[in-house]
C-alpha cells in the first residue's frame, strides 16, 4: 500500500546507497534515536496520539532529517541521507494519517534550524492541498503540533503577501511585541474563517504555509521561493490532475533551493503519476527550477 521512491530500485553496489530504517514502533523512539523535539512529542501525547499509524511508522524515519550533528556513517546506519533527505513519494488510504506522516518532520525540520542556524522565521515549507477545506484542517492540526514551540504554521490566503525572496523581513507593526514567540498566535486562528480578505500590505511571516495551488499560484507569478526546503503535494495525485497541474508545476518551480525535497502523499498513485514526478525531477535545470510541461 505504501511506496517509498527508490526503496526497491536501489542496488548494493550504488556509491550513494540509500538504506531504509526499520519501521517505527511507537513515537516515543524518536526522541532518542531521532532527537524529536520533546514539546512536539508532548504535543503529540497531549493530543492522544501514542501509536504511529502504519504510514507514520514507515515515513517518520525517512522523513525526519537527521540532526545537523550525525555523522555520515550513523546517518547511513540509520539509513538517511546524513543532509537533505530524499523525495519521497507516499501511497496510503484516507483516514491511514497521512498529515501527521509528514506535519511532524517539517515541524522537527524548522525547531531544529531555529536552534542551530538562525531564530529568524525562514519559509521552510510549503504544503499544498487541492481545497481549502483541507488547508484549513491541515493548519489547526498543524497549529495543535506546534502548540509552545515558536514554529508559525499559516495558512495562504488571498491578497496575502509573502517577504520578498521568501525571507522573513522584521516588521515592527505587525504582532512583534504583543506576543511571545513561545505562543501560537491565536488570532490566527481566527482568521481562519474570514480568509477571503488580508487588508495588511506588510508580508506575513510563517516558517511553514498551506496552501491551495490557487491562492499561491495567484500571489507568485514569476517571484521565486528560494528558502524553501520541503515541498509537500498532500493529495497529490489530485494536484498531478490536469486542472491543477499548471498551478501545482509552478509552485513547484518557484521553489529553487537546490535542497528542495518533495514529498508527495497520495490516497491513489497510477504509474503515470509516478513517471510525472520523475520526469519533472529529472528536468530541473541549473537553477533547480522545474521546466513545466504545460
Ligand atoms: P489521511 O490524510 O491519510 O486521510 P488524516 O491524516 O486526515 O488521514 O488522519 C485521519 C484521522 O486519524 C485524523 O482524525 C487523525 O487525527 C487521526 N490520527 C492520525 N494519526 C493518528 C495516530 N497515530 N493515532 C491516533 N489517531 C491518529
Ligand atoms: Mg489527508
Known amino acids: 500500500k505504501k511506496k517509498k521512491k527508490d526503496a526497491p530500485t536501489v542496488k548494493p553496489k550504488d556509491a550513494k546507497k540509500i538504506l531504509f530504517p526499520q519501521p517505527l514502533v511507537s513515537f516515543t523512539q524518536l526522541r532518542a534515536a531521532w532527537k524529536l523535539s520533546p514539546r512536539l512529542e508532548d504535543n503529540l501525547a497531549d ?26 556513517t550513523a546517518a547511513a546506519e540509520l539509513g538517511i541521507e546524513p543532509e537533505d533527505g530524499i523525495h519521497f513519494l507516499a501511497v496510503a488510504p484516507t483516514g491511514s494519517g497521512k498529515t501527521l ?9 524548522v ?18 492541498v487541492p481545497t481549502r477545506e483541507l488547508a484549513e484542517q491541515i493548519t489547526n492540526e498543524g497549529r495543535k503540533l506546534t502548540k509552545n514551540t515558536g514554529v508559525k504554521i499559516v495558512m495562504m490566503k488571498r491578497g496575502m503577501r509573502l517577504p520578498a525572496e521568501g525571507r522573513m523581513e522584521s516588521e515592527d507593526n505587525e504582532e512583534s ?21 488580508v487588508k495588511e500590505a506588510t508580508p506575513t511571516r510563517a516558517d511553514i504555509l498551506v496552501t491551495t495551488p490557487l491562492l499561491l499560484g495567484n500571489f507568485l507569478k514569476s517571484r521565486t521561493l528560494p528558502t524553501v526546503r ?15 497541474l499548471e498551478q501545482t508545476l509552478q509552485i513547484w518551480s518557484a521553489c529553487v533551493n537546490p535542497s528542495l525535497r518533495l514529498r508527495c502523499f497520495s490516497a491513489t498513485m497510477g504509474a503515470h503519476i509516478e513517471e510525472l514526478i520523475s520526469n519533472q525531477l529529472s528536468k530541473r535545470d541549473r537553477d533547480n527550477r522545474v521546466i513545466p510541461l504545460v
Not at 506522516?101 to 525540520?109: E, M, S, T
Not at 538562525?118 to 519559509?123: H, I
Open 230 to 244: 520541503s515541498l509537500i503535494l498532500d493529495e497529490g495525485d489530485v494536484l498531478l490532475e490536469q486542472r491543477f
Open 47 to 72: 493530543q492522544g496520539y501514542r501509536i504511529p499509524t502504519e504510514v507514520q511508522l514507515g515515513s517518520l524515519p525517512v522523513l525526519i532529517r537527521p540532526e545537523k550533528a550525525i555523522s555520515t
Open 111 to 128: 525547531l531544529r534550524r531555529r536552534a542551530e542556524i538562525t531564530k529568524d522565521r525562514v519559509l521552510e515549507t510549503i504544503i499544498v
Open 177 to 197: 511585541n504583543s506576543e511571545s514567540e513561545d505562543s501560537n498566535d491565536s488570532s490566527d486562528g481566527s482568521d481562519l474563517d474570514a480568509n477571503e480578505q
Open 101 to 109: 506522516a509528514f506535519l511532524i518532520p517539517v515541524i522537527n525540520d
